[in-house]
Every structure is written in structure tokens, then in C-alpha cells.
């Protein structure tokens, strides 16, 4: 699994942006998604994390009622909504993926996958 992430920029505070990821392969209706985030001079984080079909998220305190993770199987791809942004969430981020049928959430969810990262500065 090849996985591509988009959608970063720079933004003011307040503002909204989409971050996708698209992954190549097969079965990605198999695979729970989630995306990490990783701010300079801080450990990676997870922000959020759904499960294969959809039914099922998870969030960090820090983005919940803010940010909105989604997947669409049919064209495999996951998205993060993230709407009120603040400084604070200035990170490059990264999507991720592993075969499971569980909500990523916290140190037991194990990434099989990385993208590249994306870019994401919220200036004040």
C-alpha cells in the first residue's frame, strides 16, 4: 500500500482545510486509517483514526469538535476536515495505515503504512 498525502497549506487562524490521502493496492476497505501529526521539535502524534468501514472514529482531545476524519472505500481514500483551525496545529502531517478492524487510538494502534506528509501552518 502506497499512500499520498495532500491538501496542506498555509492558512490564518479561524480557517478551514481538507487534508486528503489516496491510497494505492488493493483492500483498502481492510485497513484502518489514521493521521499523525508532528510539529517541530515535538514527538508524532495521533490526531485521528477510523476504522475500516467508516463506522467508527477516534480523536485527540486537542482537535475533538474541531476536526473530522472520513473515508470513502469506493475511492480509497481518506480525508481530515479541519475547521477552527489555531496555531497550535501548525505540523507536518502524516496519513497511515494497518490491516485492522479496529479505531486507531492511542500506543496500541501499530502503522504498517506511512505517506509523505503534508504541510499544514496556521498563522495567527
Known amino acids: 500500500v502506497q499512500l499520498q498525502a495532500s491538501g496542506g497549506g498555509l492558512v490564518q487562524a479561524g480557517d478551514s482545510l481538507r487534508l486528503s490521502c489516496l491510497a494505492s493496492?488493493?483492500?483498502?476497505?481492510?485497513?484502518?486509517m489514521a493521521w499523525f501529526r508532528q510539529a517541530s521539535g515535538k514527538e508524532r502524534e495521533l490526531v485521528s483514526g477510523?476504522?475500516?468501514?467508516?463506522?467508527?472514529?477516534y480523536y485527540a482531545d486537542s482537535v475533538k469538535g474541531r476536526f473530522t476524519i472520513s473515508r470513502d472505500n469506493a475511492k480509497n481514500t481518506v480525508y481530515l476536515q479541519m475547521n477552527s483551525l489555531k496555531p497550535e496545529d501548525t505540523a507536518v502531517y502524516y496519513c497511515?495505515?494497518?490491516?485492522?478492524?479496529?479505531?486507531?487510538?492511542?500506543?496500541?494502534?501499530?502503522?504498517?503504512?506511512w505517506g509523505q506528509g503534508t504541510l499544514v501552518t496556521v498563522s495567527s
Open positions: 497511515s495505515a494497518a490491516k485492522s478492524l479496529n479505531v486507531p487510538r492511542g500506543s496500541s494502534y501499530r502503522p504498517e503504512y
Open positions: 493496492g488493493r483492500s483498502f476497505d481492510t485497513y484502518a
Open positions: 477510523i476504522n475500516w468501514s467508516g463506522s467508527n472514529s
